[in-house]
């Protein structure tokens, strides 16, 4: 096995180690992705595990299909496809796929979506005569999210609640889950919270998952909550073959259940376990990874472990203290500028990680200012803007009858004449008759029993025919048509596009254009999955996170939040707004758990630089609408002195303004001569397109242009839309920025 002889000796015994449990201490850089993919490989090709007897778990969909495109490499594609790889949620969604029936899960389950639950929460809160003002869906759902991750379900939570505030979010608990029957839905959490109740009472499927799984590997293990502690546990008494693989000083996520307590007692839950600990840093330079080490030293909470390298010393870690925000984000464009002219670096070579997305606005504007190109991670996903939502709707509606909340999302779009009263008079009917209100033939029946007025009657028996046909297109693997056809017909026979066609519109062009990257993305996944139906379509979306959309070939400077920077590097770093209140931030400070979070968040943030580390942060600066001058953040203190350069007083603000101009001058040359470099694809806000593709042809960053009514202005960024058209981000003389789409606004070149 010639792999093998790529690994260093603690790498070595990790994947070499096969019998019993082994938890795997994994510094950031210290080849922890290529450790779990190893040990897949080593085991089959040593003839210790059947592909098939294997289940990788990951925390997100773009680390599973790596670890797949590696395994293929390592051992072709016969063997590869047959190991079971997945994050837990869409593992839990095959086990429930296959035996959820025995819990009353149906086969053809939906799964909803954050706006789907706040939506079915808004209904359960209506029911309930509760007012939503007072008790925040998205609030509500986040306490019934807490419940499911400890698997409490709404009789305990209601037996346990010591509030009025509890016990009506407990009632508000009860209502929404019993809605989501009568939807035959389940959420995130659901996902989980079903597969643990499905193993814990029925032990011949327990069996059966226990027979099939004898080796467990787990991603991401500190980041684990109860409900996915449980469910590892389960699938893993018979055989005690469990790889884990984490690091507690990466554990982030305690806001949404994550339990670190999961990676620090592992050898007391396993006794007999096997400590492997990564502790040699590839990525980082000798400077950052020791700030990281002198930073992390100060939480309790921790495992025996420090991180070292044989990299170079490097650059030191450059600190600036801007006299307000908007010199904080001018310093930061300014060295991303001077590095791509200088040609060390491109586009790409930068990201900016923050506490908040709040932050992002004063260094939106300030690359607007200078030409720089940018796109923000985890801003509005594609499959959450409305025209991608509602086709969805409809495919979901195609596979599920009884999901009311799509129903209620599409019934009228395109416009039908069916109102909110005549909705709930259809689900009603549909109640009593023990029908699903999406099914054709009961659309039919409801139409004969006069639910419908005369003129809705006809539109909706239209629209029963649409259903019966594109659901018998839907059948079995899709069919020869195919995912594509079925996408294509929805879009057209519904009438949706040419409700878009007749508003005449900027916006409806680029939501056609949209749709139009719906077919794309729907040609690739059938390409992908080519034995898949519309269910596992459908999932596949549903279980797409923000992380998954990150593309890192896009040549364009990165803005993301520190929780969604996990798992990434950039050669260049700037974490940004390190002030006492924002990070740590001002609900951190009370208790000494929440505290040692926020110091493992900032220390993610230092290991996700290789080159150059950047720390910022403001004298005063205005939050919540009013100017507040906080400190420095203790973490910058508790980083090694002599490893920081302060830059503070040589850059004071005005100094940076002066440079500013002269810069800005050049910004233009330099957008242009960075098309040498590369900077393809760059969003400038949250609502911009993924997945697109390259810029479109003719237009580039710099361009001068002449608009009708705005006069002449400068391109500032180009973002595709669809495969043929671009909308242009202009900074006009007169009239300030505006965005354009290319093909229909009235510009010409300059």
Not at 27 to 37: A, C, F, I, N
Not at 57 to 71: E, P
Not at 142 to 161: D, F, H, M, T, V
């Amino acid at each position: 096995m010639p792999f093998l002889q790529g690994l260093n000796e603690a790498q070595r015994e990790a994947v070499q180690h096969v019998e019993g449990p082994l938890l795997v201490v994994a510094g950031p850089g210290s080849g922890k992705t290529r450790v779990l993919t190893y040990r897949v490989a080593y085991l089959i090709a040593t003839g210790a595990a059947a592909p098939d007897e294997i289940l990788a778990v990951t925390f997100t969909n773009k680390a599973a299909q790596q670890m797949v495109q590696r395994l293929r490499q390592l051992l072709g594609p016969g063997l590869s496809e047959r190991a079971w790889v997945g994050t837990f949620h869409a593992t839990c969604v095959q086990i429930l796929r296959r035996d959820g029936p025995h819990v009353g899960v149906p086969h053809d389950f939906a799964i909803f979506d954050t706006p789907d639950q706040v939506q079915v929460m808004r209904e359960a809160l209506k029911a309930l005569n509760i007012d939503p003002k007072r008790y925040d869906p998205r609030g509500v759902l986040a306490a019934c999210s807490r419940w499911k991750n400890e698997l409490i379900g709404p009789e305990q939570a209601a037996a346990e609640a010591r509030s009025v505030y509890d016990r009506t979010v407990a009632r508000a608990f009860e209502r929404y889950q019993q809605l989501m029957r009568e939807a035959r839905a389940l959420d995130f959490d659901d996902l989980l919270v079903e597969t643990v109740r499905l193993l814990r009472e029925h032990p011949a499927v327990l069996e059966k998952y226990q027979r099939r799984f004898r080796f467990i590997l787990v991603d991401e293990y500190q980041d684990t909550n109860h409900a996915q502690y449980q469910l590892v546990r389960l699938l893993s008494q018979a055989h005690r073959n469990l790889m884990v693989v984490g690091d507690e000083m990466q554990s982030i996520y305690g806001w949404r259940g994550a339990d670190i307590r999961n990676i620090l007692s592992f050898e007391r839950d396993y006794p007999g376990a096997r400590v492997v600990r990564l502790e040699q840093n590839y990525r980082s330079t000798k400077t950052i990874v020791e700030a990281a080490n002198r930073l992390i030293r100060h939480n309790t909470e921790r495992l025996d472990k420090r991180l070292w390298t044989h990299n170079a010393a490097g650059a030191p870690i450059t600190f600036c203290r801007a006299e307000d925000e908007r010199g904080e984000a001018t310093f930061v464009a300014l060295q991303i500028l001077r590095g791509v002219q200088e040609g060390k670096r491109s586009w790409d070579s930068f990201v900016l990680l923050y506490r908040t997305h709040a932050q992002s606005r004063t260094f939106e504007e300030a690359f607007l200012a200078h030409q720089i190109p940018y796109r923000i991670v985890a801003g509005l996903r594609f499959y959450e803007r409305k025209e991608i939502k509602d086709i969805l709707a409809y495919l979901r509606l195609i596979a599920s009858p009884g999901d009311v909340v799509s129903l209620r999302r599409i019934v009228n779009v395109p416009r039908r004449g069916v109102g909110e009263t005549t909705v709930e008079r259809l689900v009603a009917w549909a109640r009593q008759h023990g029908v699903e209100p999406g099914d054709g033939a009961a659309l039919e029946a409801a139409c004969e029993a006069g639910v419908f007025t005369r003129p809705v009657a006809q539109a909706m028996r239209a629209f029963a025919g649409q259903l019966v046909r594109w659901r018998a297109l839907a059948g079995g693997t899709l069919g020869e048509h195919g995912l594509t056809g079925l996408v294509e017909q929805v879009i057209k026979e519904s009438g949706y596009l040419d409700m878009l066609k007749q508003e005449r519109t900027e916006e409806a062009q680029a939501r056609i254009e949209n749709l139009e990257e719906l077919l794309s993305l729907a040609t690739r996944w059938e390409q992908e999955h080519p034995e898949g139906g519309l269910d596992d379509f459908l999932a596949h979306v549903a279980l797409m996170s923000d992380v998954d959309d990150y593309d890192e070939s896009a040549r364009v400077v990165t803005l993301m939040t520190l929780h969604s920077a996990k798992g990434l590097e950039f050669p260049v770093v700037f974490l940004v707004g390190m002030e006492e209140g924002i990070l740590p931030h001002a609900r951190s400070t009370f208790e000494a758990s929440d505290l040692e979070e926020e110091r493992r968040l900032c220390y993610v943030g230092v290991t996700r630089a290789k080159e150059k580390l950047y720390l910022t942060c403001a004298r005063s600066r205005v939050m919540w609408g009013q100017l507040v001058a906080n400190p420095v953040s203790r973490f910058v203190d508790e980083m090694p002195r002599e490893a920081i350069e302060d830059v503070s007083e040589t850059w004071s603000r005005e100094r940076v303004e002066r440079e500013a101009l002269s810069l800005a001058q050049r910004a233009g040359a330099a957008a242009r001569g960075a098309a040498s470099i590369g900077p393809a694809p760059q969003a400038t806000g949250r609502g911009a397109a993924d997945g697109a593709g390259g810029p479109a042809p003719g237009w580039k960053p710099g361009d001068r242009v002449v608009h009708d009514s705005f006069g002449e202005g400068t391109v500032v960024a180009v973002d595709p839309s669809g495969r043929r058209d671009a909308i242009l981000t202009v900074a006009f003389e007169g009239a300030g920025i505006k965005r354009l789409m290319a093909s229909v606004a009235p510009i010409r070149r300059a």
